[in-house]
RNA sequence: CGGGGCGUGGCUCAGCCUGGUAGAGCACCGCGUUCGGGACGCGGGGGUCGGAGGUUCAAAUCCUCUCGCCCCGACCA
């Protein structure tokens, strides 16, 4: 076996702070500061400091090797990219100011890399000619540059941040989503073996495109994203994503002893929202129908959703079939109804009406009048207007899962991996094309995979940490051991320790030694901060019996430990939940 | 991009309203005591108060501009 890594606490560049700096939000965050893992350079730009690299080399290092042995190979992509790339893809336009921009001397354009379709795409176009020279996967594990609105919680969300991106060239749609599954299977694996707690769920392929996608979710309270999961079945999908079955006529939120009347207008003088229409005229919020305007490639279009519910604007853009949806501003709402915003309704409007299943069940409905300060009661639906309906409405806590049935429950996740399947989108767009079995030619259909590594990492602390610091899975941990030496001034303390960190480094682990002349107090608050798995503490007091002072980061107590067993005992711990090859 | 807030020693912050010689805790250096859960005493080093301009006898403090950072919002009428 070879030797571990060895390091003394006092020649390590380990700055650890007591207080957190105060644009610290979240945990993740706090500790990796705190920690000494990482330093704010800018907003959302970071430096790694030793402890923090480690880290982030132990996520990489079960990326790769998970990636190679499942048949993807690596490369390195530059991080400066052309805008031709970028203008043939047709992205230039499109990705915005995320894309941070730049000009060399001569004043071409450029932009840091965001991700690598363009240049992977071109990449390959250039060498393969053939489906024979097919499949392909390539991987890179690289830094990325998004310009982001608000970057925040550290390596959660920084603007410059590590990445790891794959991308794979098929010559037919079985063979991609074979391939998609097999990137499934290898995401699994890998975060499995980072010790995660974590769910693969359906998904949005928003910016990047493509036919289908998972995201991969790390399970913490403290998530950026809602996913649903169903109680009793696998189904698992994002909130931005959840189905919701077509639901049995007359299961409707009404009560069914609403007599049919004429609709009625009613003066609703400054009630705009949902709950001021609700609470003046008494009607419950589910009678309501609320209707909002969008505008889209399509022109102007109404969505109809029950007042107690919320619109999913991705279910909306599919139902409408348009690449661009926005909620329409004063005027195109004025435009459309002849009212200012607030007052819209189904009834008498000119434009496309699209509505979710809940609305046709409303009986006694309360809409807008398309009049200023008006709405209109006893409003039926299929009387009063004609919509297209179906599933338009956001998941909640409690609805039917759609594929058994049985109550969804709402997680919070971190988004820490996701896989698409692309299709032909961007070779297409960019004339990729390789010659098939009857000499035609054809764009690759292709799928891409990330991996975001840091966030990988604060995503492990955010799921795995207390009050005192940080609880690293055994497979991501800095070290395995943390040596603590009680008093550097008693020379039989010094004598064993030395002896037990030679030992387990001879022995293959990678010892973090507390040589500091520090008093014990500190070095354990340190110790509970940084979080390695084993700590193991040695003094004269436990000396005396031949022994010395074995604890687990995760659990509560300690227990003495003969020191001739120590390495036994070492290995027992560390042995649980051990990664293959790890 | 809109709104709000903050920039004072390496870190966390007070001082600003009401202008008058720049402070505390932590960290750091020295000496001593202490030594198994962030010790104590004594001594010490370190800050053009983000930057520029203005008002004033006098500006960290008031005014203007600027830069940086943080928070909220930018979809639910």
């Known amino acids: 076996m070879p030797k571990g890594y060895a390091m003394r606490l006092t020649r390590m560049f380990l700055p650890t702070l007591k207080e957190s700096p105060a644009d610290a939000e979240v945990i993740s965050h706090r500790l990796m500061t705190r920690s000494g893992m990482i330093r704010k350079v800018a907003a959302g730009i970071y430096n790694l400091l030793p402890m923090g690299l480690r880290v982030i080399r132990n ?106 991106d794959a991308y794979s060239f098929h010559s037919t749609d079985e063979c991609a989503e074979r391939e998609y599954r097999n990137m499934y299977d290898t995401y699994m694996r890998i975060f499995e073996r980072c010790g995660l707690l974590f769910r693969a769920v359906e998904a949005e392929t928003g910016q990047i495109g493509g036919s289908f996608s998972h995201e991969f979710m790390v399970l913490a309270s403290t998530g950026e ?45 400054g009630m705009k929202s949902v709950e001021e229409v609700s609470a003046f005229l008494k009607v419950p919020p589910a009678r309501l129908i609320k209707t909002l305007i969008y505008s889209t490639d ?46 819209a309704g189904p009834v008498g409007l000119r434009i496309p009406l699209y509505a979710d299943w809940a609305v046709r069940d409303i009986s006694g409905g ?12 006893n409003v039926a639906p299929g009387r009063d207007f004609k919509a297209r309906y179906g599933d338009l409405r956001a998941i909640r806590e409690g609805d039917p899962c759609p594929r058994c049935g049985s109550p969804i429950e709402i997680k919070r996740g971190i988004e820490v991996g996701h896989i698409f399947k692309l299709g032909a989108k961007y070779s297409a767009a960019m004339n990729s094309t390789f010659l098939d079995e009857n000499g035609g030619a054809r764009p690759f259909i292709m799928g891409c995979y990330g991996i975001g590594i840091g966030r990988t990492a604060a995503a ?38 030395e002896a037990v960190y030679s030992s387990l480094v001879e022995k293959g682990y990678d010892v973090l030694y507390d040589d500091r002349d520090e008093r014990a107090g500190v070095k354990f608050k340190d110790a509970d901060l940084i979080g390695v798995p084993v700590r193991i503490t040695v003094s004269s007091k436990t000396l005396k019996e031949g022994a010395v002072e074995v604890k ?5 107590g ?11 005992e070492v290995k027992k711990i560390l042995a649980v939940k051990c990664a293959p090859g790890g």
Not at 77 to 96: I, Q, T
Not at 108 to 116: A, E, I, Q, S
Not at 120 to 133: F, H, K, L, P
Not at 248 to 267: C, H, W, Y
């Open 59 to 164: 996520v990489e290092r079960i990326v790769r090797e998970e990636m190679t042995r499942s048949g993807a190979q690596e490369v390195s992509m530059p991080f400066v990219l052309p805008a031709e790339l970028w203008k043939e893809s047709g992205r230039w336009d499109v990705y915005g100011s995320e894309l941070l921009r730049v000009q060399d001397r001569h004043g071409r354009d450029f932009c840091l890399g965001p991700t690598h379709e363009e240049v992977v795409t071109d990449m390959v176009r250039r060498e393969v000619r053939s489906y024979r020279q097919l499949p392909l996967n390539l991987f890179q594990i690289q830094t990325k540059f998004r310009d982001e609105i608000r970057p925040r919680f550290g390596l959660m969300r920084g603007r410059e941040f590590v990445m790891k």
């Open 225 to 269: 994203d809602a996913i649903a999961g169903c109680s009793s079945c696998p189904y698992a999908a994002n909130t931005e994503r959840a189905e919701i079955g077509e639901p049995v006529a007359g299961m409707g939120p009404s009560p069914p002893d609403v007599k049919e009347k004429a609709i009625e207008e009613v003066r609703t003088p």
């Open 298 to 343: 399509k022109g102007p279009v109404a969505a109809l959703v029950a007042g107690d519910c919320e619109i999913n604007e991705a279910k909306l853009k599919r139902a409408v079939g348009t690449e661009t949806l926005a909620l329409a501003d004063e005027k195109a709402v004025g435009g459309a109804t002849g009212a200012p915003m607030g007052f």
């Open 366 to 377: 309360v809409a807008g009048a398309n009049s200023a300060d008006a709405h209109i009661i």
């Open 460 to 497: 492990a602390i955010e799921q795995n940490h207390d009050a005192e610091g940080i609880i690293w899975p055994r497979p991501l941990a800095p070290f395995d051991c943390h040596l603590v030496p009680v008093n550097v001034n008693d020379s039989e303390t010094v004598k064993a320790s």
């Open 552 to 556: 687990e980061r995760k659990a509560e």
């Open 558 to 568: 300690a227990r003495l430990v003969k020191t001739e067993c120590l390495a036994e």
